[in-house]
Each structure stands twice: as C-alpha cells, then as structure tokens.
C-alpha cells in the first residue's frame, strides 16, 4: 500500500493532510512516511528472504539520522561511502559487521578509521588502494577483511551519468586487473580476502543487466576457482516515478540470486538506496509567484535545484502534485522552475495542470533518494528541514539549517 497518496483531491501523508503539514512547518521541507519506509524495507527483506542476504543500506541515498536508526531497527546494515557515512551509521547504531565502505578515493584517515571501527568489508577499487589498506593494517596490527569491486563490463539501461558497470568508468577492476590483484591481495599478509563486489549503475528497471552480471560472474568463479566469502550484488535496483513506469520484477531476480548463491555457497549482500527510500517522501514547496512567458507561464516555487538536484543534474521527473487539487484545468503550458540563479534550475513542464494560484502549496513526489542527501547551499540559501510522518503523528528529523548559521560559516 502507498502511504503517501490522494484522497479526495488532497495529498496526505499517511493520516495527515499535507496541507496541515504546510501550514506548521516552513517550507520547502521534505516530507518522509515511515509506514512506506518500513513497507519498502521488509518487503525487500521478504523477496529475498530464501537468500538471506546481509542488507547494507546506501546512506549515500539518504543520510538522516532519523531514517538510519528506523533502518536499523529494522536490521539493515550500511554501504558507506566517506568517513562521514561511517560515523552516521555508527551513531545511528548500525553493527559495523553490517557495514561494507565502496568508493574509488578513499583517503588514508577514512581506511584507518574504518579498519578501527571493524567494519565487514572494505571494498577495495584499485591495486594502490589494496597497497595503502595493507600497510595502514600493518602499523594497526590488524588483517583487514576485503573485498574486491570488479567491472563487470555491463551496462543497466538508466541515465548515463548514474550508469557505472561499462569498462570505460572509473569504477571497479576490469577481469584481468581483477585476477591480477587478487593473486597479489593473496600474498599480503595484513589483508583477508572475502569478497567481490560489483555496481553497475542506479534507477535500473529491468532484470536483464543483474541477470548478465550472475553470468559474469558464474564465469569467474567457475574459471578462477576463488573461494570469496561474500558476493556484494550492489544496489541499483529502480522504482517508477511515474504512474506509465513499470515497477521492476524483484521476485524474478531473487529466485536467480537464490540459485547463484546456493550453487556457488556464498553469502549475499546487497546494498539497496532508492528502492528503500525513493518513494518515501515528498518535498512541499510554495508557490511565490506566476509569471508570463513567452507561449508558457512560468511556476515560481520557493524549492530549487538546491533542496533537489536530480531534475538539473539527471535530467529526472518528479510529479507534481497540488496538496488541494481544484476540479479545473489550466489549458496553458506551465514551467515549474526554482528560485536559483541558473537556467538549469527546472522541474517540469506541465500541459493542463490543474488551475493553481500564487501561494498554493505543491508537492514534488519520489524524493526520498538522493534528494536531501544531494542538496547544498548553493546560492547561500539553507538547506530545509526534514519531517517524518507515522500514522497520525509528525515531527521535525531534521531543523531547517538556520540563516546564521548559514551566513557565518
Ligand atoms: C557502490 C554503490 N552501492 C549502492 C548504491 C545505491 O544505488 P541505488 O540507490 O540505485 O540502489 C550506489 C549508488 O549509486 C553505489 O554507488
């Protein structure tokens, strides 16, 4: 069931008016359901369940305290990707046996911090990274558990900037340099090698590419006779962002995973971002003004490319909807764009929309992922609070970032 949906022409979250919610706290502010999030987690849980796989949650998505210490209780773990996700996921009391750190630049501070706190897996992306987690787990006195992120030379259909499995990314090993630094990563002495991970890219609504990467490395395993403890599967894993978008056959893909993982007696790990918290939240915004274009008018909304980039960034779709609908339709062609002094600062173009005013709320849905985790101060503006909604109670997970603490830093 949606937890965030329209009930007789008005947007509620779970059991409040979003309206009311507009009304009590400044806008823009984003707008989570825990319902949804603890629908989404378990019903990830529940495809997989015959795999059993370890649950790593991609804080990268979504990095609210709040949120994380919901997943946790939930037993997610964490795929981290900067010391700070690390110290996020602690503090929100995540076991570090559940967490696994991705990335392509560690620095020296960040292995050392996560081979302190004994996290599960680093996942290792070049041969001079291996050098430097080898040699820190020297001086700590310390075997280091590792994994090894290959490119697996597949590509998931989605945006090219968020695709990351072709052989031309900087992501990961390619097979030869992959058998190569597993051969080396064999005779360094502070180092255990358990894993293989792969990622091949984000918003991915076909099967087709992760059943291409279980080939892959069906063929490895089979040729390279490795023994890996785990086989992190990444994330990566789609969800519709509009009603004509169909939702990708998890089930199909875990009856696969299901198979790979029996045969090959491997423990699987995943680590799911948008799939858990995309449509988990929404960003109600104000209309401040409505201006006349050339054959448009545009949409003036006090939320901008700085509270949510993926539109400027990703070229990506967030519906719109009006937290009171109106039963009239404006004929015209409408532009929703933010305040921010660029051009790329547009959410949608939108043909008989329903008829708005100045200083109507709207909301802009789906932004669970990669949304506030994505904003900034850009054009020194603060960035917004974060509200959580549970049946018929809501309160503030995060403050709006305040105006001095914004003008003197
Ligand atoms: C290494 C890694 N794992 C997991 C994810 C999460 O991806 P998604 O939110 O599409 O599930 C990402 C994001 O692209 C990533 O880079």
Not at 89 to 99: D, F, M, T, V, Y
Request: charged residues 25%; contains cysteine; positive net charge.
């Amino acid at each position: 069931m949606d937890h965030i949906r329209i009930r007789k022409n008005s947007l509620w979250i779970e059991n409040i008016l979003a309206f009311k919610l507009a009304r009590i706290y400044k806008t823009p502010f984003y707008c989570y359901s825990l319902s949804q999030l603890k629908n989404n987690f378990n019903s990830f849980n529940n495809i997989f369940k015959a795999t059993k796989p370890i649950i790593c949650f991609s804080v990268k998505s979504n990095s609210n305290l709040t949120l994380l210490r919901e997943l946790k209780k939930l037993g997610s773990g964490a795929d981290v990707v900067s010391i700070g996700e690390l110290l996020k996921a602690i503090k929100a009391g995540i076991n570090p046996k559940k967490i696994v750190f991705s990335g392509v630049g560690k620095t020296e501070e960040e292995i050392r911090t996560a081979i302190n706190k004994k996290i599960l897996l680093i996942n290792v992306e070049s041969e001079s990274e291996a050098n430097l987690i080898n040699k820190i787990s020297k001086k700590l006195s310390r075997k280091t558990s590792i994994g090894i992120r290959l490119n697996p030379n597949v590509t998931g259909k989605t945006h090219k900037k968020i695709s990351t499995g072709g052989k031309n990314e900087k992501f990961g090993l390619l097979y030869k340099d992959y058998i190569n630094l597993c051969q080396k990563i064999n005779k360094m002495r502070n180092l255990k090698l358990e894993g293989l991970s792969v990622h091949i890219g984000s918003q991915i609504t076909s099967i087709k590419p992760f059943k291409e990467v279980l080939s892959v490395l069906n063929k490895i395993l089979n040729k390279t006779k490795i023994n890996f403890k785990f086989i992190d599967l990444g994330g990566g894993m789609g969800i519709p962002y509009s009603s004509k978008e169909k939702k990708i056959n998890l089930k199909q893909y875990s009856i696969l995973v299901q198979k790979f993982s029996k045969n090959k007696n491997v423990k699987i790990i995943f680590e799911p971002g948008r799939f858990i918290v995309g449509n988990t939240a929404v960003l109600i915004s104000k209309i401040i003004y409505i201006k006349k274009g050339n054959n448009k008018k545009f949409v003036i909304l006090n939320a901008g490319m700085n509270n949510l980039m993926r539109p400027a960034l990703y070229d990506s779709h967030h519906q719109i909807i009006p937290l009171k609908r109106t039963n009239k339709l404006f004929k015209g062609n409408l532009e929703f764009v933010g305040p921010v002094c660029e051009n790329s600062d547009k959410f949608a173009n939108q043909k008989n929309f329903w008829q708005i005013k100045e200083g109507d709320y709207i909301a802009l849905a789906n932004v669970g992922a990669y949304g506030m985790s994505l904003s900034s101060n850009y054009n020194t503006r603060p960035t917004v609070a974060e509200v959580m909604v549970s049946g018929s109670k809501h309160k503030m997970i995060k403050k709006r970032q305040s105006l001095e603490n914004l003008v003197n830093n």
